[in-house]
């Protein structure tokens, strides 16, 4: 999130740089369009909007394109055509002419876009303000703007619903896209005679040809994707030609910082327009370019660039800035196992994200940290926000929040040097101990992910019980305590459920479904062996009576043995809670994941749309929007003691 003090040129800047640096493909709608002009054996081009009851960028921003071969569609006749804008339409009067009219086949066009209507609204408004204006002020002036036309519309869930009710089909025949938003045109079929029509339409999806100030300056309407190589690119010829000239000029005559242009600025005569040039964006560039300086760093450095694809690295090169994430950062961290027969823990790049320090850790005898990890200073007058368990993903998830917002990470790596059979009472009293260290009173605001969670949950109890206030406990996607489990006969009806559900994603599913169902499964299967080795191994040690060696001792794992045997039944408090709305194999089928049989004054249940591993990915965004305001409102009716 932008800081208020940031200049709107710089708001613009980081927009430019995070476009660029965009690794995902993108693909404009125009594309099939065109791709229909170009190939005439493509009779009609269908975009058809994702819908879900969450919207986050995952839907909003998203479509899917139906490309049909053959003759030219004919188009399906329609008892009535109407326009949503010119003919004053709304969810009412649609419903009566639905459920009154009964046409058989209705065509309602240019029904406006509601999804990316504020995301526009904030585009067009930055196009109106001076270089030199803050962010703060964008933000105050932008809550004063009214809300427009598309805003109010309805989302074409609310549309889909009506027509379900008067047993209509609905679909989208044609998306128009503007710089406004965009308009859908919707035909509806009754259901009545059993006959589900599909209209042919051969409108192609145009942009419009006028785009505005801020438009013009951030994209092309001659440009149809986006190139998820750019960073990359920029990067390697940044990178080689900083080697080429530090192997032939004296080191006072190497530039500081290289920008790569896509193109150099000209101006209307033709002349290089030297006003135009971006300034060099030092956070990206290595400003000392430094090679490693011995075997460690070497090692290291081929690690880094065999992960991240950056040849070569700079010993202080970020691995966040260069596009790390917590995908990427397992991978470094078996490939570093591998070379240096050593575990680090997952924490250990919130501290050490170059290859410098690094190093510097692997020299060590010991890499484990006991200490608190700081991932976001924010105003030390804000009473700060702690996650359990170092994730890389709470990086991503703190730079969701309000950059006034102190974010810690509380690592428990170390809590099984000596002891391996810790109960998890024993263990969230050592944890509550280092987190009152660094702040002795409440109120507290804590959350975890997964095991983290529970672990999380167990800390907050703890605190309670020494008196101390927690003001936000949140949750994310971790079902509750044994004590909340399923009766047999809700357990043997969830089991035919999910059996239902693999079935469905095995057979029936879409080929990223299939693959993501076949990958999980692998995945699952695999960590299960490993746990089952696991124990045995633990119980062999145990068998014989000596304790768990050190290169067994694994943290996530002896937690989860704990968290087991753990029996806690209740929870005086409120508990947040962040579920995705896709489910996989789980024991816990209720929808509060059974936290709301623990927490006395209940559960409030905040369903994110895709799967559980994309809740600090790709939709981290979303899992932060609504974090912020409920720490917003946990912060306003829990004000810190002065």
Not at 32 to 56: C, D, G, W, Y
Not at 140 to 164: C, F, K
Not at 468 to 473: C, D, G, I, R, S
């Amino acid at each position: 999130m932008a800081e208020d003090k940031l200049t709107v040129s710089g708001l613009r800047h980081r927009i430019e740089r995070k476009i660029k640096e965009e690794r995902e493909l993108f693909v404009d709608p125009q594309f099939f369009s065109e791709l229909q002009r170009e190939f005439k054996s493509i009779a009609h081009v269908q975009m058809i909007p994702k819908t879900s009851r969450s919207q986050n960028e995952l839907i909003k921003f998203r479509y899917q394109a139906i490309l049909r071969l053959g003759p030219e569609g004919v188009n399906m006749p329609v008892d009535g055509c109407w326009h949503w804008q010119r003919d004053n339409l709304d969810t009412h009067i649609l419903q009566s002419i639905l459920s009154q009219n009964r046409p058989t086949y209705l065509m309602v066009k240019e029904v406006p876009n509601p999804r990316v209507a504020e995301e526009v609204r904030i585009m067009r408004s930055l196009g109106d303000f001076a270089l030199t204006d803050t962010v703060g002020h964008f933000r105050r002036v932008l809550g004063e703007v009214p809300i427009d036309l598309n805003s109010r519309s309805p989302s074409l869930e609310e549309l889909e619903q009506i027509a379900t009710q008067a047993n209509y089909k609905m679909g989208v025949s044609c998306v128009h896209q503007d710089r406004d938003g965009g308009s859908y045109d919707l035909f509806f079929s009754s259901l009545s005679d059993g006959i589900i029509a599909h209209p042919e339409n051969n409108n192609s999806s145009r942009l419009s040809e006028d785009p505005g100030p801020v438009d013009k300056h951030f994209w092309s309407t001659t440009k149809s994707t986006n190139n998820p190589l750019s960073a990359k690119v920029r990067r390697d010829v940044s990178s080689q030609v900083r080697s080429f000239v530090q192997a032939n000029l004296p080191d006072y005559m190497v530039p500081a910082a290289f920008v790569v242009l896509d193109a150099l600025p000209v101006t209307p005569n033709g002349k290089l327009d030297r006003k135009a040039l971006p300034a060099p964006d030092h956070k990206g560039q290595e400003i000392t370019f430094v090679v490693p300086r011995d075997a460690t760093e070497s090692r290291v450095a081929r690690i880094w660039e065999d992960v991240l694809g950056v040849h070569p690295s700079s010993v202080r090169d970020n691995f966040f800035d260069l596009g790390g994430d917590s995908l990427l950062s397992t991978r470094l961290f078996a490939l570093v196992e591998k070379e240096f027969a050593k575990r680090l823990p997952p924490g250990t790049l919130f501290e050490a994200p170059t290859i410098e320090k690094l190093a510097a850790i692997l020299r060590q005898e010991s890499s484990v940290s006991s200490s608190l990890i700081q991932v976001q200073a924010g105003d030390s007058s804000v009473p700060p926000m702690f996650f359990i368990e170092a994730r890389v993903g709470y990086r991503a998830l703190a730079a969701e929040l309000d950059p006034d917002q102190p974010v810690y990470v509380v690592p428990y790596d170390d809590l099984f040097v000596k002891d391996t059979e810790r109960s998890l009472s024993d263990l969230a009293a050592e944890l509550a101990r280092r987190i009152r260290y660094h702040q002795p009173n409440g109120p507290y605001y804590l959350g975890g992910m997964c095991l983290a969670g529970r672990v999380a949950f167990a800390i907050a109890c703890e605190l309670r019980h020494q008196g101390e206030e927690v003001a936000l406990l949140a949750i994310i996607d971790v079902p509750a305590p044994r004590s909340a489990r399923l009766s047999a006969i809700s357990a043997l009806g969830g089991l035919m459920g999910r059996l239902t559900w693999h079935a469905r994603y095995a057979l029936h599913g879409s080929h990223e479904q299939r693959m993501d169902w076949f990958a999980g499964g692998f995945r699952a299967l695999g960590w299960q062996a490993r746990h089952q080795a696991w124990q045995l191994a633990r119980l062999f040690f145990r068998r014989i009576g000596r304790s768990l060696p050190q290169s067994l001792r694994h943290a996530t794992r002896l937690m989860a043995e704990a968290a087991r045997k753990d029996a806690t039944m209740s929870y005086p408090g409120r508990i947040i809670l962040f579920r995705p709305s896709e489910t996989t194999l789980t024991s816990y089928d209720q929808w509060d994941l059974g936290w709301g049989q623990i927490a006395a004054h209940g559960v409030d249940i905040h369903e994110i749309a895709g799967l559980h591993r994309t809740l600090l990915r790709a939709n981290v965004t979303e899992v932060g929007r609504r974090l912020r305001k409920c720490l917003a409102r946990a912060q306003q009716a829990h004000p810190a003691a002065t």
